[in-house]
């Protein structure tokens, strides 16, 4: 029951800022409250707190007895969300499907998948020695085992 209240207050919410999204929700045994949220513009430490306030202001502590963290999506965390890509929009991702291994560039992104794009050395068609070749890859967000930004530091 208290999941089914949560997820309906975290939904409104959600439909008061249009630009966040849920990332996950879980209620742990010891009664703990987990949401995490992401946005298109990122998550500022406000929207956390209004998302806290809209769940917590809404349940009642005599009734259960809870504790509640509300964060936002993390760089380290693996993209989950089809918005998450539209986000990342020229950053560097490492995908993984059920065929290979793919890092490069993230170019473009539709409803049901994304364009990576990236550099590889390949065998010169004609003559010894290699060249440098781009590739892109169009993937589709179903076939997607893990995916996250790489995060490079120069």
């Not at 504790?67 to 560097?92: C, D, F, P």
Request: a negative charge; aromatic letters at 6%; charged letters at 30%.
């Amino acid at each position: 029951m208290l999941k089914n209240k949560v997820e309906a207050l975290i939904e409104e919410a959600l439909k008061a800022n249009e630009s966040l999204f849920l990332i996950n929700f879980e209620i742990k045994p010891s009664n703990t409250i987990e949401v995490v949220i992401d946005g298109d513009k990122g998550v500022s430490v406000e929207d956390c707190i209004a998302m806290s306030r809209a769940i917590e202001h809404n349940l009642d502590r005599d009734d259960e007895d809870f504790a509640l963290q509300v964060m936002s999506s993390g760089i380290t965390e693996g993209l989950v969300h089809k918005r998450q890509y539209a986000k990342n929009l020229g950053r560097t991702i490492a995908v993984e499907t059920a065929n290979n291994k793919i890092e490069g560039e993230l170019i473009a992104t539709t409803a049901s998948h994304f364009t990576i794009e990236w550099k590889a050395r390949e065998p010169k068609p004609i003559g010894k020695g290699k060249v440098t070749v781009t590739k892109k890859a169009d993937i589709a967000y179903d076939n997607v085992k893990k995916a996250h930004v790489v995060v490079k530091f120069n």
